[in-house]
């Protein structure tokens, strides 16, 4: 066997998919609002055995629709409990398929090297390793839109005989994992792709209007079952969601943005591989634009039509979603996620070209991701080893990192000791590699396996220790010790915001205070807001503080108190 056959690259890809992502899933406690959000939806399915519209963090029902939760809890059911572990690893699976299955669309439509490299940029972008790690819906939306695109693409292939049931099935499911979006963008790309190669408006127009017609049918039915059960309440999220979220008129926060907040961070998003390219500007030939503007349309217009088929339908996924996402006000990174395997391909495109025709580039780009590997291998040596310790920092600089210094302050490992020696290896490789540069691609994916073990150094020792350090789970922990059972009741001044954290790791079990309005119990508040509930409540109640965080919680931003109440 070949070793750059299709079925020998295909295990090869399989198997760093699977080693870099399945296994540190559930190292990290939760840190942030956004994973136990997700999760908790999850949990509430499986308490209250409602799969259409449960309640969850005392009264709220879910922002997205529900697949992506479907998901989680369906795969929590072996375990018996939805874990961290259970509520990232849908988004880790999606980010597998959608490598492999791009693989596979592009080593059958170029060459099995390139194909191979389209999947490894995809799978190692920063953006996209994040998501694959995070208990969010994006990275499962990002599957469906996908694939569905690979399959219209396909359909197009057959110069659109048949149906493309197939890809109506995954629109569905994108609808089902985060709205309209879902159906939307895949019918636009791949409409304007015909459009582009001479197919006649109407007959594009009514053939997209029957397939997202069909697409709606397992969407519809979950609305109208979530209608039955939400009524009016679900209809107003709905709207909000998705079209006071594209309008950035939200009820709450919706991270406006401009276009630029876009660019730079797609740039971020692809690091490392964009400094490669940043690297790259300064040894290309540029020259002034000179002529007409029509002469510069007519020119764009040849190249356009002149490409070849899968080339256009690439560029026309990453720019019609691009341009998509930049029109509403709410902009977040993570948006873009479906635009990352089709930038993916041209990036390694260009990749192989710098290869052959600025090897330089390479050169400093190794030099550059070498020193930054034994930048990290020495701190964290250095913080394993004890010689960098909180009290021989400055006192600013050890009041701001101390806290994940002493984390990083732990017993050597077996983990830790072979990636620190991969790592050298690989480092070692990489020198040696270059003298091979012209000659064959082993310098380019040594590279790109040194940045593979830097991300599982990071994922399997540092990052864990690092982000536990800062979870609220140990007080969340503390707070089920003193409220084994029963309600916890909680009150949070800013609008869709909870104790997300510390319910989940109570089980679900926080309503609020105003709308429960008990006669005695124990109350989470953040430090603030005590205020209010002082004010308006002092006179009735007797408030008696039973613990509270040492820094501000992950969810609230602010010290967050347990006092245990009663009626005066």
Same mark, same amino acid.
């Not at 930054?372 to 080893?385: D, G, Y």
């Given at each position: 066997m070949?070793?750059?056959?299709?079925?020998?690259?295909?295990?090869?890809?399989?198997?760093?998919?699977?080693?870099?992502?399945?296994?540190?899933?559930?190292?990290?406690?939760?840190?942030?609002?956004?994973?136990?959000?997700?999760?908790?939806?999850a949990v509430s399915m499986l308490q209250s055995d409602n799969w259409v519209l449960p309640i969850n963090n005392g009264g709220d029902i879910a922002y997205k629709p529900p697949l992506f939760h479907w998901a989680i809890a369906l795969l929590s059911l072996p375990f018996g409990e939805v874990s961290e572990y259970t509520s990232r690893l849908p988004s880790a699976l999606a980010a597998i398929i959608i490598a492999i299955v791009t693989f596979l669309f592009y080593a059958r439509r170029r060459n099995n090297n390139l194909a191979f490299l389209t999947a490894?940029?995809?799978?190692?972008?920063?953006?996209?390793?994040?998501? &694959?790690?995070?208990?969010?819906?994006?990275?499962?939306?990002?599957?469906?839109?996908v694939t569905s695109l690979y399959q219209l693409y396909r359909w197009t292939e057959r110069d659109m005989k048949g149906f493309p049931f197939v890809a109506t099935l995954l629109m569905g499911a994108a609808t089902l994992t985060k709205g309209p979006v879902g159906i939307i963008l895949p019918c636009a790309v791949t409409a304007i792709y015909l459009l582009v190669r001479g197919k006649q408006f109407f007959t594009v127009l009514y053939r997209f209007i029957f397939i997202s017609i069909v697409s709606c049918i397992l969407p519809a039915i979950w609305y109208y079952l979530a209608y039955k059960q939400g009524g009016d309440n679900f209809v107003n999220l709905v709207i909000e969601e998705n079209f006071g979220r594209f309008l950035g008129k939200m009820s709450y926060e919706s991270h406006e943005g401009t276009v630029l907040y876009y660019i730079y961070t797609t740039i971020a998003g692809f690091i490392p591989w964009s400094i490669l390219v940043l690297f790259s500007l300064f040894t290309l030939k540029y020259a002034l634009p000179n002529g007409k503007i029509t002469v510069w349309w007519q020119k764009f217009k040849n190249y356009i039509s002149q490409m070849d088929?899968?080339?256009?339908?690439?560029?026309?996924?990453? &720019?019609?979603?691009?341009?998509?996402?930049?029109?509403?006000?709410?902009?977040?990174?993570?948006?873009?996620?479906?635009?990352y395997p089709f930038l993916c391909f041209f990036l390694a495109e260009y990749m192989f070209w710098l290869l052959k025709n600025r090897q330089k580039v390479w050169r400093?780009?190794?030099?550059?991701?070498?020193?930054?590997?034994?930048?990290?291998?020495?701190?964290?040596? &250095?913080?394993?080893?004890?010689?960098?310790?909180?009290?021989?920092?400055?006192?600013?600089? !050890?009041?701001?990192?101390?806290?994940?210094?002493?984390?990083?302050?732990?017993?050597?490992?077996?983990m830790g000791i072979f990636c620190v020696l991969i790592?050298?290896?690989?480092?070692?490789?990489?020198?040696?590699?270059?003298?091979?540069?012209?000659?064959?691609?082993r310098y380019l994916y040594t590279v790109v396996a040194l940045f593979f073990w830097l991300q599982i150094l990071l994922d399997a020792i540092i990052l864990p220790d690092i982000l536990n350090a800062k979870s609220m789970r140990p007080f969340a922990e503390k707070?089920?010790?003193?409220?084994?059972?029963?309600?916890?009741?909680?009150?949070?001044?800013?609008?869709?915001?909870?104790?997300?954290?510390?319910?989940?790791?109570?089980?679900?079990?926080?309503?609020?205070?105003?709308?429960?309005?008990?006669? !005695?119990?124990?109350?989470?508040?953040?430090?603030?807001?005590?205020?209010y509930i002082n004010t308006n409540?002092?006179?009735?109640?007797?408030?008696?503080?039973?613990?509270?965080?040492n820094r501000k919680g992950n969810d609230v931003k602010d010290i967050i108190y347990l006092y245990k109440f009663e009626k005066r």
């Open positions: 070949r070793l750059n056959s299709k079925v020998t690259l295909l295990l090869l890809l399989s198997t760093i998919c699977i080693l870099t992502l399945l296994p540190f899933l559930g190292l990290t406690d939760f840190h942030t609002k956004g994973e136990p959000r997700e999760a908790i939806v490894l940029l995809f799978l190692s972008c920063f953006e996209v390793h994040r998501a &694959a790690m995070a208990s969010r819906v994006d990275m499962v939306l990002t599957l469906f839109i088929d899968t080339r256009l339908f690439t560029l026309l996924s990453f &720019a019609v979603m691009f341009v998509f996402y930049c029109i509403p006000k709410s902009k977040r990174s993570v948006y873009l996620l479906p635009i400093v780009f190794g030099i550059f991701m070498s020193v930054v590997t034994c930048i990290v291998l020495f701190v964290f040596i &250095a913080a394993q080893s004890k010689w960098i310790t909180p009290e021989i920092l400055p006192a600013k600089l !050890s009041e701001q990192l101390g806290h994940y210094l002493t984390a990083l302050n732990g017993p050597w490992n077996i790592l050298v290896i690989v480092l070692y490789q990489t020198y040696r590699s270059k003298r091979d540069l012209s000659l064959n691609n707070v089920k010790e003193e409220v084994p059972e029963g309600k916890i009741y909680s009150f949070v001044s800013t609008p869709m915001l909870r104790f997300f954290i510390v319910n989940f790791y109570n089980d679900n079990r926080i309503v609020e205070f105003e709308k429960e309005k008990p006669e !005695s119990g124990y109350l989470l508040v953040g430090k603030s807001d005590f205020n409540y002092g006179s009735n109640f007797i408030f008696n503080e039973v613990m509270k965080t």
